[in-house]
């Protein structure tokens, strides 16, 4: 057994799918398959079993899994004492959803720093389950997770067993972004019955714990659409909203100089389901850095800038 085993286990805990925790760290499937049975018969006993919903632990595997995060993250902890060691290296990890006001608010923090010294910053964007996995597993330290209010209680119990402390950022109601170009870019307030007949983009990895926990899973908000593009990343939403006008998306309240580069425009679109909250989470131990401090500034000055341009 080794620190790899560790990390092959944890991750297809996360993903309840040997094919697709293969895929996530770089491998075939027969060789994590072969990875993971070395493992069970190091142990002496058996880790995961395959039910109904997927590769899920056992009773023992659970136990397992719990020290074997533990160890990872000391060994973390270890690797960390040789980068702290150097004053001149500014380190800042955070793990955020695809918004853009704390896209900028990362911006805006990595645009201070010093940049005669070293500097180590890991930033990603994904979604609200592997936003809280990754400070779990490291190396992040600090995220951003982003739910619809109505799921608040799954996401505070799943925190609190992941020993997660957290502090909402905002809540808010989603707009629908689209084209100046959009048949429907004119109407102060849209109408959802005749928004639902234009193609949707959207996220396909949202997750929700308990309901959704896999990272591939997708689930239909705010609402079912019959024409959906489901993209991954942030930059394309804009590129496709810009160049096909008759597709729009729902997001949280977008920067001025951001529908301005893309040409687009934010409208207000009453549906059920249509309130959320962005909540920054760290582990619970967790003494916050200089730069964290300073990232959480800039990520309020963010919110109340966005705030300002679209309620003013």
């Known amino acids: 057994m080794n620190t790899l085993h560790l990390k092959y286990a944890i991750e297809v805990e996360r993903t309840s799918s040997i094919s697709q925790a293969a895929e996530n760290l770089f491998m075939g499937q027969p060789s994590l398959s072969k990875a993971i049975r070395e493992l069970e018969d190091s142990l002496g006993f058996t880790v ?6 997927g590769v899920i632990p056992t009773r023992k595997g659970v136990k397992f899994l719990t020290y074997a995060r533990n160890v990872l993250h000391q060994i973390e902890k270890m690797e960390a004492l040789s980068d702290s060691a150097d004053a001149d290296i500014q380190n800042f990890n955070i793990s955020i959803p695809r918004g853009s006001y704390i896209a900028d608010a990362v911006t805006s923090l990595v645009a201070e720093l010093d940049q005669n010294k070293g500097l180590n910053v890991n930033v990603q964007e994904t979604n609200s389950v592997q936003v ?8 992040f330290n600090l995220g951003v997770i982003r739910f619809q ?8 119990d799943y925190l609190t067993e992941k020993q997660l402390g957290y502090e909402t950022v905002w809540e808010y109601e989603y707009l629908a972004l689209m084209s100046e170009r959009h048949p429907l870019a004119q109407v102060e307030k849209v ?12 996220h396909g990895d949202t997750a929700i714990p308990y309901i959704m926990p896999n990272i591939n899973g997708g689930i239909e908000l705010p609402s079912k659409t019959a024409k959906c593009i489901y993209v991954y990343e942030r930059c ?20 001025e100089k951001w529908l301005k580069r893309y040409q687009l425009v934010q409208r207000k679109c009453k549906t059920s389901g249509n309130i959320y909250k962005d909540v920054l989470i760290y ?6 850095t200089e730069l964290d401090h300073r990232f ?3 990520l309020f000055e963010a919110k109340n800038e966005v705030t300002f341009c679209n309620y003013k």
Not at 48 to 53: G, V, Y
Not at 236 to 255: E, K, N, R
């Open 132 to 139: 809280v996995n990754n400070i779990i597993d490291g190396p």
């Open 283 to 288: 582990p619970k131990d967790y003494k916050f």
């Open 149 to 156: 209010a109505e799921y608040e209680n799954y996401f505070k």
């Open 236 to 255: 394309s939403q804009y590129d496709l909203l810009s160049a096909i006008p008759t597709t729009y998306m729902w997001v949280s309240p977008i920067p």
């Open 191 to 202: 109408d959802y019955q005749e928004l639902k007949l234009y193609t949707e983009i959207s």
């Open 296 to 298: 959480v500034n800039r």
């Open 48 to 53: 995961f079993e395959r039910t109904s919903k």
